[in-house]
């Protein structure tokens, strides 16, 4: 029997690339066929770009499906999916977009095929508006192994705004055994660290962003530095880990033209001061990546101190695909428990 379509309207909820991204990796994996229509309904420039064509046309050959409307700016996409198949995968965005967001596409895919896989993905690896390599190696992949996800990640080239020209590998096994996710505290609270990246500019740029996070937080010197890294263009990204326990949150700052490393800095300062003041274990952003993880596995449960659009857009558009129950509790004023309790893993 044909399973029937799922129809999602790219408009609703958060409106944007979010919604693409979780809705193939389901498709995928569930083998339901899907339409999305209005894709990106809410950006102020709508329809699939390059590095949400990029998603699609690697989740279709993944698993080898049947596609419409897959070509840049289009509005709307048809995705029937068949069997997943591991494999070497290289997939190139062709401009700076964000090799994360690709590999938040691929990686839960893969993780249900039938051997080891590798992905290369080509783009940019430190955007504004999405997760960043490190982001994504430091803070999400540790909590998807303890889910039984079994995945490690390499950058392979540096790529920013506007040149691109990075590289990002992931190596990726099929889970085995799932596990509960339960992080309702953040542990112990363990050194900070601050990195400023710097391609083709000043490292003076960096040493200003260090330096005056470093006195925001009242941190010590050995606990900043600046990396001079090789990239195809100009670029700029300064991070500020923040380890515990049981999880590290990253804070993440972009350099952009026009903005003054003193100031990016002091709205990480505020940022990271804002998060350290709940007891919540992880922040908004992580939030949003650990719910469909844990709906595909054994579930689990987590505390944030922030529930956004993003997540509450994520948690409907998965329980179109899957039979899971998720539940979202205010425990204080800045501090919210999402609970997830999978019926029928996939």
């Known amino acids: 029997m044909t399973e029937r379509e799922i129809i999602i309207d790219g408009s609703e909820g958060e409106g944007g690339g979010q919604v693409i991204r979780t809705s193939l990796s389901l498709s995928a994996i569930t083998g339901k066929p899907l339409r999305i229509e209005n894709v990106r309904g809410k950006r102020k420039k709508p329809g699939l770009f390059r590095q949400h064509l990029t998603a699609l046309r690697a989740a279709a050959e993944i698993c080898d499906a049947e596609v419409s409307g897959d070509s840049l700016k289009s509005s709307e996409f048809s995705f029937c999916p068949g069997q997943i198949k591991a494999g070497d995968y290289d997939f190139a965005i062709g401009s700076a977009g964000a090799t994360t967001l690709v590999a938040q ?90 990195t400023a990246l710097v391609a083709n500019l000043k490292d003076s740029i960096g040493k200003r962003e260090v330096k005056t996070l470093l006195r925001g937080l009242n941190l010590h010197p050995e606990q900043g530095e600046v990396i001079s890294v090789e990239s195809a263009g100009p670029g700029n990204c300064v991070t500020l880990a923040l380890p515990f326990e049981h999880v590290t949150e990253l804070i993440i700052g972009i350099g952009q033209h026009g903005v003054r490393a003193e100031s990016l800095a002091k709205h990480m300062v505020k940022e990271a001061q804002g998060f350290l003041k709940t007891e919540a274990a992880v922040g908004p952003h992580l939030a949003d990546q650990l719910i469909l993880p844990m709906a595909l596995l054994a579930g689990g449960e987590f505390t944030t101190n922030e529930i956004t659009q993003h997540t509450r857009t994520n948690i409907e558009i998965i329980q179109r695909f899957l039979d899971v129950e998720i539940t979202l509790e205010q425990t204080d004023r800045k501090c919210w428990r999402i609970t997830v309790i999978p019926t029928n893993r996939p």
Do not use: C
Request: no cysteine; hydrophobic share 35%.
């Open 105 to 194: 596409t691929t990686l839960p895919i893969l993780s249900f095929a039938d051997g080891p896989s590798t992905v290369t993905i080509s783009g940019g690896t430190h955007n504004i508006w999405a997760p960043t390599f490190d982001y994504l190696d430091q803070a999400f992949l540790p909590q998807f192994r303890k889910m039984g996800g079994r995945a490690k990640a390499e950058i392979e080239a540096y790529g920013f705004n506007p040149a691109g020209g990075g590289r990002i590998r992931l190596d990726i096994d099929p889970v085995t055994t799932p596990e509960r996710l339960e992080l309702n505290s953040r542990g112990d609270k363990r050194a900070e660290q601050v």
